[in-house]
């Protein structure tokens, strides 16, 4: 068995290799020992992730592009994972990915609004880990093919621990540890219009991390949003 640990996790390398190998040769691509590489990473405890993110910071600037816009966090994660499944991962543009999601809807006949939709949500999925877009359509990585056969406190770690090693999140998360945090702070690039608007988006992203920290007994300074 292949053992990973928390810098493993951090480097991306073996989520990076599965994912070309399911697009490129799925027939060799091992759902279990993507599930098994999941399960080791649940024998870390929150705060061992956040000892390394601590030591080693992400320090990539921060773009527009990070600030998350969504409409759903269901369709951004369980959803996504199911409609694309369901297409064999053969790939989706934006407007299959919102069709499929939400085919009943007012707006299924506007393509603008069908396009924006799954924008939105396959972006977030993307930063959730869980998507990638390759040659004009957007896949489900190693870790989106198996997260729904996962036990659902098992996703929400991965969900919760993916986001230290996110350029934006982990930002936001790092200031949470030493004190109260204005999550607007994190978007001045941004106008006031659309700080708010993203503001609700970004906190039910965070939500998974603020949820994990309440499981493993993590204390966190107060998150605001004005």
Known sequence: MVKFNIEDF????????????????????????????VYQL??????DYISYLAEHPNKTEITSRDITQLSNIDDCTTNMCRIMLENDNHGLSLTDIAT???????FKDN????????????KTACQMGLTVFKNDLWY???????????PEK??????AINLLRD??????????QEKDTNLRGFMSILSESTQKRR????????????????VENISLNNLSLK
């Open 111 to 122: 393509a603008v609004a069908l396009t924006k939709y799954g924008e939105n949500q396959v």
């Open 154 to 159: 098992v996703q929400a770690k991965y969900y």
């Open 100 to 106: 499929k999601l939400h085919g009943d809807d007012n």
């Open 167 to 176: 350029s934006f999140y982990s930002k936001i998360i790092l200031s949470l």
């Open 42 to 47: 649940m024998s870390y405890s929150l705060e």
């Open 199 to 214: 503001s609700s988006s970004c906190q039910k992203v965070l939500a998974f991390y603020i949820k994990q920290c309440q």
């Open 10 to 37: 951090f480097s991306k390398r073996f989520e990076n290799e599965s994912t070309n190998i399911l697009l490129e040769k799925p027939a060799y691509f091992s759902a279990t020992m993507m599930e098994d590489y």
């Open 140 to 150: 489900l990585t190693g870790i989106g093919y198996v997260i729904n056969n996962l």
